[in-house]
Structure formats: structure tokens, C-alpha cells
């Protein structure tokens, strides 16, 4: 089992529909969340972390996390064709040496 | 706040070379971090460095190493080039607080490695 996963994709969405993202682990000693965008040939760049149950909201983008089925979600309202793009899921624990492992990113695309 | 900087942009080599490549982090960041990502691949985890010590190592062969400077810079080295070795090469800073559970990872713009 991959330390953290997240579907390939590519997930496809029409445009001003809510793209749902999500990302599993399995260090249940796991703190803090993140989620990465990266458009084709640059670098990651954050969306937002999250580290308490529950959801938290940025603009069009709400992370949610279940700690105790130990998965993080990101949901985009109102897709934009700006948003396609490889969404990354990345966990961090403090214990383990300070690692941050990361997913292999989901491929959103969100056609017109 | 500069963010984070990577030089050079762009590098080609043939194999049997070795390359150096060059991150300047973010302001007050302490951590480096390096990553090799290929098409296709995700983010594949080299080193990271905190305080000029290697604190957290992949699982790439000797051939990849790195250091970091007293100024936090840090520099990333490739020996004996291969043309599997072409990517595109990330840095990545953080802050990194004591007792902190939000390492957030800033990443520079990356060196795209191209081994002919």
C-alpha cells in the first residue's frame, strides 16, 4: 500500500461544476494536509493545508479531512478551465523525521 | 518576499558529465528540499536539508548529492550524467518552526535537466 494515494485520473468536469478531488494515507500519525496545483511544466504551487477535522474554506477551494478514515478531500466550486491541471496531495507528520510524502497527483480537466 | 530562486533554468548535458545546480530559499527558511520529477512520474523525494545537515534522504544512488551553505543556499550535484537523469530538477524551502505541524513547502520555478 502507497503511503499516500490519489486517483490518476484524469478527472474530467464541465465547466462551473464542483471537482472533487481526493487523497488516502496511511500514517495515522499524520498532521498536517496539503494540496499542490501544477500546471503542465511548472512548479507546484499551494492551494492550502488543513490540519483539524472538517473543512476549511479558500475562495472556490474547501479542503476537507477525516482523520479517523484517514483521507483528505479537495473540492473546487465553480470549475474553471484555468483549473486543469495536476492537483497534488501531499501528508506531513512531525514524528516521522519531519517527512512530507507526497501523492502522485490527480489530472483535472475542466472542459468549456 | 523574493520567493524561491533556482539556477540555472534550463541545463544540457551529455551523459559522463556531472551538473551542479543552485536554490536560493525563501527568506528565514531554514529547510531545503530536492525533487526529480520525470513525465509522468510524481514528485520524487532526493534530499532535504536543515541547518547545512542532510536530515532526510530518497532513495536515489550516490551519484546525487547535495549541501547546504550557512546561508541557507543550497546546491544539489549530479555526477556521472545518464539520460534517465533527464527531468525537471525542484527545490523546495520551509520554514520550519520547532514544534510546528505545518512544514509548508515553497517551491522555485525547477532547472529542466536535458542528458543527450
Known amino acids: 500500500q502507497k503511503e499516500v494515494e490519489q486517483n490518476s485520473g484524469p478527472l474530467s468536469v464541465p465547466e462551473g461544476a464542483i471537482a472533487s478531488l481526493n487523497c488516502t494515507y496511511s500514517d495515522r500519525g499524520s498532521q498536517s494536509f496539503f494540496w499542490y496545483r501544477q500546471y503542465s511544466g511548472k512548479s507546484p504551487e499551494l492551494i492550502m493545508f488543513?490540519?483539524s477535522n472538517g473543512d476549511k474554506e479558500d475562495g472556490r477551494f474547501t479542503a476537507q479531512l477525516n482523520k479517523a478514515s484517514q483521507y483528505v478531500s479537495l473540492l473546487i466550486r465553480d470549475s474553471q478551465p484555468s483549473d486543469s491541471a495536476t492537483y497534488l496531495c501531499?501528508?506531513?507528520?512531525?514524528?516521522?523525521?519531519?517527512?512530507?510524502?507526497w501523492g502522485l497527483g490527480t489530472s483535472l480537466a475542466v472542459n468549456p | 518576499k523574493a520567493g524561491v530562486t533556482q539556477t540555472p533554468r534550463y541545463l544540457i548535458k551529455t551523459r559522463g558529465q556531472q551538473v551542479t545546480l543552485s536554490c536560493s530559499p525563501i527568506s528565514g527558511h531554514r529547510s531545503v528540499s530536492w525533487y526529480q520529477q520525470t513525465p509522468g512520474q510524481g514528485l520524487q523525494f532526493l534530499f532535504e536539508y536543515f541547518s547545512e545537515t542532510q536530515r532526510n534522504k530518497g532513495n536515489f544512488p550516490g551519484r546525487f548529492s547535495g549541501r547546504q551553505f550557512s546561508n541557507s543556499r543550497s546546491e544539489m550535484n549530479v555526477s556521472t550524467l545518464e539520460l534517465g537523469d533527464s527531468a525537471l530538477y525542484l527545490c523546495a524551502s520551509s520554514l520550519v518552526s520547532s514544534g510546528s505541524y505545518t512544514d509548508t513547502q515553497y517551491f522555485g520555478p525547477g532547472t529542466r535537466l536535458t542528458v543527450l
Open positions: 488543513i490540519y
Open positions: 501531499a501528508v506531513f507528520n512531525a514524528g516521522n523525521n519531519r517527512k512530507l510524502i
